[in-house]
Nanobody, 118 residues
Framework: QAQLVEPGGGLVQPGGSRRLSCAASGIIFGFSTMGWYRQAPGKQRELVARITSAGSTNYGDLVKGRFTISRDNAKNMVYLQMNSLKPEDTASYYC????????????WGQGTQVTVSS
């Protein structure tokens, strides 16, 4: 049974930083693409950042240069370092794991709320 646990959300002041973490279990972590997505009220879920098993990354246009995704395969962890946070970054952030070859899977964490406000 796959499980993704995402502590790390909370209230942050504009311009501040926060690191989200996601602990994964029940998957082939080292051969999976890990990602962070976010969803604000009334908006569609959008890609924040993604990192492949080989370490290749891609970012949503709104966070490029401010956010950094990384992974620790030894600990089955993926991180999202968020810097220069803006009020428009306020959203629920979801950890995601995908694998497109057998065994195929796509799992989501329960989400963690990040609120950027003074």
């Amino acid at each position: 049974q796959a499980q993704l646990v995402e502590p790390g959300g909370g209230l942050v002041q504009p311009g501040g930083s926060r690191r989200l973490s996601c602990a994964a279990s029940g998957i082939i972590f080292g051969f999976s693409t890990m990602g962070w997505y976010r969803q604000a009220p009334g908006k569609q879920r959008e890609l924040v950042a993604r990192i492949t098993s080989a370490g290749s990354t891609n970012y949503g246009d709104l966070v490029k240069g401010r956010f950094t995704i990384s992974r620790d395969n030894a600990k089955n962890m993926v991180y999202l370092q968020m810097n220069s946070l803006k009020p428009e970054d306020t959203a629920s952030y979801y950890c995601n794991v995908q694998r497109s070859s057998v065994p195929v899977y796509n799992y989501w964490g329960q989400g963690t709320q990040v609120t950027v406000s003074s």
